[in-house]
């Protein structure tokens, strides 16, 4: 029988509803992030670097661009006749059939692929976060603990703790209690959404809460094991993490990118980045361009000015066009003479000539103000911005727009324009 020592689970679900338009056809794994990569590919990569080569991916919400990036996990060299990675969508059963409706629901209803390995250890991961660890000596800590549970914990400001499951522990890291965001923290401990399980202890607690809906790891199974008395420790982790929800946060993240000394750094070579890429030519700059701390993708063209920008594979800006502190995705061409501010542009989008984006005072965004705020203007993906239009802050608009949904060519701050069908 095969006997693998730890297997991952990588839970890639998600809709990640707050991102808004950029995840309306795409799972938030799968969104585009730091100009050539995918946030799914952080996770995969940190499986890799730390000796994990058995991850079993966990999808459901439009998996569609998932499972092709994925594909058999060769950029990760994950495409094992033994392991490597597997594609997990819920299917039907000849009894009842049903979405996956909570994290450890998802895991409890992949028993059978986890036994196929007879693991001593699981790791559960989140798909939709930006970091680099060492699951291997989060392992090491959980074996010495002689732990049934470790759960990755990082220190955050107790002001923000109440956002956050917290756990709290004695001097040894063994946790004593946990708290699903308490409203008044006894502890700055976050958990992070990364556990390392025995594989027994695992297995009996997801067939014990089976019952519970929307199964879940920190509302059910973690207070199920804490119950029984079995050994929980906090694994401390001091590096980057990011979790990229909300168009902010991923706004940010990629902005940090840029920064002259990165506190995330892409380009180490003992802790590389693996993505899935296309055969591109090379960037091409013109002479009359400018780029300045900015990330510019493969196979894109310059003909424009470009600051403080993370810029994807295969684009093209314009000439006469300036484009600042910005995203811009794969494949996406902004036509000449444009103006763009703090804008989040999907991929293969089209903006025409002299369109400017992100001009004027920030109004509050009318339909999901929790969504759209910051002042960025969010452009969701195959959508066209006709020309000589005008859009302010806090804005967002997808689908195939017109110079008719545009009332005197403006789009004012805090306005939405989706198009039905989208």
Request: aromatic share 10%; glycine share 10%.
């Given at each position: ?194 556990y390392i399980f025995n594989w027994k202890t695992l297995k009996e607690a997801l067939i014990a809460m089976a019952e519970q809906s929307a199964l879940d790891f920190g509302k059910h199974v973690i207070p199920y094991c804490h119950g029984k008395g079995q050994p929980l420790y906090a694994y401390e982790f001091n590096g980057y993490w990011k979790d990229v929800g909300t168009l902010s946060s991923y706004w940010e993240a990629n902005m940090e990118l ?165």
């Amino acid at each position: 029988m095969i006997k693998k020592e730890m297997i991952a689970m990588l839970l890639a679900g998600g809709q990640g509803s707050r991102l808004g338009v950029l995840t309306s056809k795409v799972a938030k794994p799968a969104v585009a992030f730091g100009g050539k990569y995918r946030i799914i590919d952080f996770p995969l990569s940190n499986c890799i670097n730390s000796g994990v080569d058995t991850v079993g991916v966990l999808t459901q919400y439009q998996p569609l661009r998932l499972n092709t990036h994925i594909g058999i996990g060769i950029p990760w060299d994950l495409d094992r006749n033994i392991g490597g990675v597997t594609i997990l969508p819920p299917y039907e059963k000849s009894s009842n059939s049903e979405w996956y409706t909570g994290t450890a629901n998802a895991i409890y209803q992949n028993l059978d692929y986890m036994e196929s390995f007879n693991p001593e250890y699981v790791l559960i991961l989140s798909g939709d976060h930006i970091y680099k660890m060492d699951y291997e000596v989060m392992l090491d800590f959980h074996k010495a603990n002689g732990a049934d549970v470790t759960i990755a914990v990082m220190p955050v400001p107790l002001e923000e703790a109440s956002r956050f499951g917290i756990v709290i522990a004695d001097e040894n890291r063994k946790i004593m209690d946990f708290e699903e965001k308490p409203a008044n923290p006894r502890s700055n401990l976050a958990s992070m959404g990364i556990y390392i399980f025995n594989w027994k202890t695992l297995k009996e607690a997801l067939i014990a809460m089976a019952e519970q809906s929307a199964l879940d790891f920190g509302k059910h199974v973690i207070p199920y094991c804490h119950g029984k008395g079995q050994p929980l420790y906090a694994y401390e982790f001091n590096g980057y993490w990011k979790d990229v929800g909300t168009l902010s946060s991923y706004w940010e993240a990629n902005m940090e990118l840029i920064d002259i000394v990165p506190e995330f750094n892409l380009y180490e070579e003992y802790w590389k980045i693996y993505t899935n890429s296309e055969i591109l030519p090379p960037q091409y700059i013109s002479s009359d361009s400018v780029v300045e701390r900015s990330i510019i993708g493969e196979g894109t063209d310059i003909y424009g000015k470009v600051y403080n920008s993370v810029i994807g594979c295969g684009v093209t800006i314009g000439a006469g066009t300036v484009v600042r502190d910005s995203i811009i995705m794969n494949n996406t061409v902004v036509q000449g003479g444009c103006e763009l501010n703090k804008a989040i542009v999907a991929e293969n989008v089209v903006i025409e000539d002299n369109v400017r984006l992100g001009i004027g005072d920030e109004a509050e965004n009318d339909t999901a103000p929790h969504i759209y705020n910051h002042g960025i203007v969010t452009v969701g993906e195959k959508s066209v911005i006709p020309k000589g239009v005008t859009v302010g802050k806090n804005t967002v608009i997808s689908g195939v727009t017109t110079a008719a949904d545009y009332e005197n060519s403006t789009l004012a701050s805090g306005k939405t324009l989706i198009k039905a069908g989208e």
